[in-house]
């Protein structure tokens, strides 16, 4: 499978590009669109998302994010905690990408691609995913990416509320131990259960909230939280390309956030 790289033409036309398939491919004359500066909106997200009381665990003492994300990988264990385990997973799907990631993606949960090789977003959807990361003038191992839930839900079915509250802790954790300057929610699943709101996409897109992982402390006592934007989840995006324009100004705004500039066309 070839991968397509994002395009830029001009300063104020952007495009994403689509994994390659013959459909995808003829998407790309929709994507081209003018995309004015979004104005970023720093939203509070209400203390919903912040407990009261925090339970100490074995990272929070260690200062080295991969020693640190380790700890809390085998704390995950064999995982049997929610009913996902026994529902045709071939593995847990812990996260990848750089500990000390500035910018972290949060997805769903595995599909069969990721529950195969134990990696998320290694399918079609994260090939597209991969085009993103290029097209902010980055790579895939400079970010962290990872999941609500770690298990595959059979036939990919959205993961359900109890499934995501019992696994959701982990992914807390590892953010407080990557302490990203940024977490894009992939998707309306992910980006309700990192904010515990319930909203439309409509609604939840084109603002910064701020962010605290629930329950999970740093190492860091300086880190205070982070930025999380939303936007659509790629499997999303790869289904209605029409959206790809709408992510991209997503991105813009994560981009602009972080500094990062887009790769000249041809890099
Ligand atoms: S989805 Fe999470 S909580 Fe459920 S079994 Fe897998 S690792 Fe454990």
Redesign the pocket.
């Given at each position: 499978m070839g991968i397509y790289d994002f395009y830029r033409r001009g300063p104020r036309v952007a495009e994403i590009a689509a994994v390659a398939e013959p459909d995808d491919q003829s998407t790309l004359q929709e994507l081209r669109e003018e995309m004015p500066a979004r104005k970023s909106v720093i939203a509070k997200v209400a203390n919903e998302n912040i407990l009261p009381v925090l339970t100490p665990h074995a990272e929070q003492a260690v200062s080295d994010p991969i020693a640190a994300l380790k700890l809390i990988r085998e704390d995950?264990g064999d995982?049997?905690?929610?009913?996902?385990?026994k529902q045709g997973?071939k593995q847990?799907v812990f996260g990848v990408g750089n500990p000390r990631a500035d910018l972290m993606f949060v997805g769903e949960?595995p599909g069969a691609d990721e529950d195969t090789q134990g990696e998320p977003f290694v399918g079609r959807a994260g090939q597209l995913l991969n085009n993103m990361i290029k097209a902010m003038g980055i790579r895939r191992e400079d970010v962290y990416i990872a999941n609500v839930?770690?298990?595959r839900p059979p036939g990919n079915r959205t993961?359900e509320r109890d499934?995501c509250e019992?696994?959701s802790p982990?992914l807390m954790r590892q953010i407080a131990v990557v302490k990203p300057k940024v977490v894009v929610a992939l998707g309306a699943v992910s980006a309700k259960n990192l904010l515990a709101i319930n909203a439309p996409m409509s609604e939840l897109r084109g603002r910064f909230y701020d962010f605290v992982p629930a329950g999970a402390r740093s190492s860091d006592p300086s880190w205070q939280g982070t930025k999380l934007a939303v936007t659509y989840h790629p499997a999303f995006l790869l289904r209605d390309p029409r959206q790809k324009g709408e992510a991209w100004k997503d991105l813009q705004m994560v981009m602009k956030y972080l500094g990062l500039t887009p790769p000249k066309s041809g890099t």
């Open positions: 995950l995982c049997t905690r929610c009913k996902l385990h997973r847990i949960g839930v770690k298990c993961p499934e019992t696994c982990f």
